[in-house]
């Protein structure tokens, strides 16, 4: 079984200023995804960023971008420039996908969140 | 672009009653996803549908059952509901296998549920 573990449950950071929250996991998986979801007050799960792992690349969303290291499981995300608006809860997470054979995985694991608040 | 549609909103049921919760998914999406998530906790996955078949099944209680349908939506159904089951229940959908099934991976609003 998957698991997901976010060490922060709370970070703050200044208007404009840079944040990084961590994730790591554990998996014998070999082809999987990696995620991260912004759960704001309104509690909509919103897709920030996404990875795969079979990506070297780290993948980059304007202001987002992830530090993948695959050998260590860890994949931290990068807030630049903050914004009042990045205030909310931030979920890593792990997803098998589906396979051809048709039996769907496809399940996300969540970590424990990170709420991160940006002061102005 | 059509969502995922979840119905109602929000619920107050007492407890021991029962509750059915509705998922619409994207059309032309054929996996349906069930998730729980507690006060203060992360989602927890619950069940899932592929192509109207239970396809992989989490921490479901056995007061709980689900079915998708013959047009790809999907019921969550809660029996002698407990104070510990007010959470709240997001639904998910994709299409199927691969890529599609990342780029496609699409949460609804959510279902709050209140037990009292």
């Known amino acids: 079984a998957q698991t997901v573990t976010q060490s922060q449950p709370e970070m703050s950071v200044q208007e404009a200023e840079t944040v990084t929250l961590s994730c790591t996991y554990d998996t014998s998986e070999s082809n999987y995804y990696l995620f991260w979801y912004k759960q704001p007050p309104s509690r909509q799960m919103i897709l920030v960023i996404r990875q795969e792992a079979y990506k070297q690349q780290n993948a980059t969303e304007n202001r987002f971008s992830v530090n993948f290291q695959k050998a260590a499981k860890s994949f931290s995300l990068k807030i630049s420039d903050s914004q009042l608006g990045d205030t909310a809860m931030y979920f890593c997470?792990?997803?098998?996908?589906?396979?051809?054979?048709?039996?769907?995985?496809?399940?996300?694991?969540f970590g424990q969140g990170t709420i991160l608040t940006v002061h102005p | 672009a059509a969502g995922v549609i979840q119905s109602p909103r929000h619920l107050i049921k007492e407890k021991r009653e029962t509750a059915t919760l509705k998922c619409y998914p994207i059309?032309?999406?054929?996996?349906v996803y069930w998730y729980q998530q507690g006060p203060g906790q992360d989602p927890q996955f619950l069940i899932s549908f592929y192509e109207k078949m239970q396809s992989d099944k989490g921490s479901i209680p056995d007061r709980f059952s689900a079915q998708q349908f013959s047009d790809y939506h999907s019921e969550l159904n809660m029996s002698s509901l407990e104070l510990g089951d007010s959470a709240l229940y997001f639904c998910?959908?994709?299409?199927?296998?691969?890529?599609?099934?990342?780029?496609?991976?699409?949460f609804g609003s959510g279902t709050r549920l209140t037990v009292v």
């Open positions: 998910a959908s994709s299409p199927r296998a691969g890529e599609t099934t990342i780029n496609g991976y699409t």
């Open positions: 997470a792990f997803m098998t996908p589906s396979n051809a054979g048709g039996t769907s995985y496809g399940k996300l694991t």
């Open positions: 059309p032309r999406h054929d996996t």
